[in-house]
């Protein structure tokens, strides 16, 4: 653009000397056009920054690894100009990554119309990606001037969710008490008053209000009703990822992506069981505590936990809020922490059936428990390493 710049004025130049060499009034018009033209020019960019603009959309809001996303670039042109030439760059930026791709394209901008540029990005790696307008400039005929067109939303981001694993876990963890519950026990009576458990004698100091008046008429014998125990299998899952145990962008890509992997596919197991499935995890000054009632809970689910990486770590409080009032049949710790920092918590600070330490590392780590099963999952065989463990 500089170089047709100095050709302008060099021709601005040329015809000022022309126009004072000759008589002529033609070359005094020439001048005169030439100093005009690029005003004007200037004064259509003016007039597409005012009413012109762009928007970036995309109509999956979420997709697996691997899939392609098309992703659109909407120009809307409200002036009758027709522009040869408009450049725009692009930034596509993972969520684990520094470094953004770039790329740039050129198109021309018709009068009165509206253009659209598709283009797909397939992510690599799960994960939150940005995709964002760095830039979009409208050239005059010369290409002397240029303006930045309004951009009405100009960033998106979608959601990457990991490829699912064929997890072969046990669900065999008892119930617990859960107020909430349609379901009742058949082997204890409780103070639900919605069911039925058992009918017996009346004892000295049972509450009146639960004589069974219906049947205690047709003998001499007062009756008690006794009801039945509301209870549901609830499992917890809780999340700790310590980013700074490897170095290097890759590195930590390929980690995040397998403790994340590893935590999808156990979710999508139990979203699709037959009971009450809790995600927890610290991150910042904040405790995280979500319910996962089916699939469709997974995308804003993990659109919170991808966000909360960076800053992520549990503690003794955390484990005594979660577990204040609450009852689980099963918890299962995820974690990247080799030193297993949290195994004496899980030992001392949770009660429930079934206790789980999965830690996600290169090599087998040699940790043992009494009360806590603990498990190494090593990257090459996820699966593998998950066989039979018990939720």
């Known amino acids: 653009m500089w170089f047709v710049k100095l050709l302008y004025l060099a021709l601005v130049a040329g015809l000022s000397v022309f126009s004072v060499l000759y008589i002529d009034s033609l070359a005094l018009v020439m001048l005169i056009c030439a100093l005009v033209v690029p005003v004007f020019m200037k004064l259509c960019l003016l007039w597409v920054k005012l009413t012109c603009e762009a928007s970036l959309n995309c109509t999956a809001v979420s997709c697996t690894v691997h899939e392609s996303v098309p992703v659109s670039v909407m120009v809307e042109n409200r002036c009758p100009l027709f522009f040869p030439k408009v450049y725009a760059q692009l930034s596509v930026c993972h969520a684990f990554s520094d470094t953004p791709e770039k790329t740039k394209f050129r198109f021309p901008l018709h009068s009165r119309n509206s253009a659209r540029l598709t283009f797909y990005i397939r992510p690599e ?121 490897v170095s290097g962008e890759m590195e930590k890509m390929q980690e995040a992506q397998e403790f994340l992997t590893l935590i999808y596919s156990l979710a999508v197991q139990l979203a699709e069981a037959d009971l009450t499935a809790i995600l927890a995890w610290h991150s910042g000054s904040r405790l995280f505590v979500r319910t996962l009632k089916s699939r469709d809970d997974l995308p804003e689910i993990f659109r919170e936990l991808y966000h909360a990486l960076d800053n992520m770590a549990l503690d003794a409080e955390d484990l005594r809020e979660i577990f204040s009032g609450q009852q689980y049949s099963s918890v299962t710790l995820i974690t990247n922490d080799a030193q297993a920092a949290m195994l004496p918590v899980l030992e001392r600070q949770t009660e429930a059936e079934q206790k789980n330490l999965v830690i996600l590392h290169e090599q087998p780590l040699s940790f043992s428990s009494d009360s806590v099963s603990v498990r190494t999952v090593l990257p090459e065989q996820p699966a593998e390493s998950l066989a039979g463990l018990v939720i």
């Open 125 to 245: 790696c799960c994960g939150a990606v940005k995709v964002r307008i760095e830039y979009l400039h409208v050239l005059d005929y010369f290409h002397l001037f240029h303006t930045k067109m309004k951009k009405i939303n100009d960033e998106i981001e979608i959601l990457v969710l990991p490829e699912k694993l064929n997890l072969s876990v046990s669900e065999t963890s008892g119930t617990v008490y859960a107020p909430e519950s349609s379901r009742y026990a058949s082997d204890r009576p409780g103070d639900d008053p919605s069911e039925i458990f058992n009918i017996r004698e009346y004892h000295p100091g049972d509450a009146v209000s639960r004589i069974h008046w219906k049947l205690s008429s047709k003998s001499d014998i007062l009756f008690i009703k006794e009801f039945g125990f509301p209870t549901a299998k609830q499992v917890l899952v809780l999340a700790e990822y310590l980013s700074g145990t």
